[in-house]
């Protein structure tokens, strides 16, 4: 801080660029860390959306698919139904929905087998989680990377 003859106090113009430098390069450091610990976030949100939906579909079988489920629509034996989810809904082909609390994803599908597996993947923005019917573990990721 400088002090002229006429005592007026203040701060020379190179102080002021000095702090805004500083304050400049504070935050060219800490955006890309903010910006990762909100993509771990949002996965780890859709993640656990798998999760949920995927007992859904647990509860969805036992109730309506187990001990030689026949479709009352078509009289025939399903090897899976799959539900659809778009536009905030979830619906299979015959217009059923899948009860489910909570914020569905953009897109995406969950298939209950007849044997009781599941399989799904889920799209929210730039990330998929999904599972096949085969696995157990939730995988997720950005698009491009996972559950091709």
């Known amino acids: 801080m400088k002090n002229n003859s006429s005592n007026q106090l203040g ?3 190179i102080e002021l660029l ?7 390069i504070i935050i060219m450091l800490t955006t890309p860390a903010i910006r990762e610990v909100k993509n771990r976030a949002i996965e780890g949100s859709l993640r656990s959306s798998a999760s949920g939906l995927i007992r859904s579909a647990k509860i969805y079988y036992e109730k309506y698919m187990s001990e030689n489920y026949v479709d009352p629509e078509t009289t025939s034996n399903l090897t899976y139904n799959e539900f659809q989810i778009n536009n ?3 619906l299979d082909s015959q217009g059923h929905t899948l009860s489910y609390e909570g914020k569905l994803p953009q897109t995406g599908f969950v298939r209950i087998y007849q044997d009781g597996s599941i399989s ?3 799209v929210n923005n730039k990330f998929v989680a999904c599972k096949s019917n085969t696995e157990d573990k939730i995988i997720s990721g950005k698009k491009e990377e996972k559950c091709k």
Do not use: Q
């Open 11 to 13: 701060y020379t113009l």
């Open 18 to 24: 000095a702090v805004i430098a500083l304050i400049a």
């Open 88 to 90: 905030g809904k979830i």
């Open 120 to 122: 799904i993947k889920i």
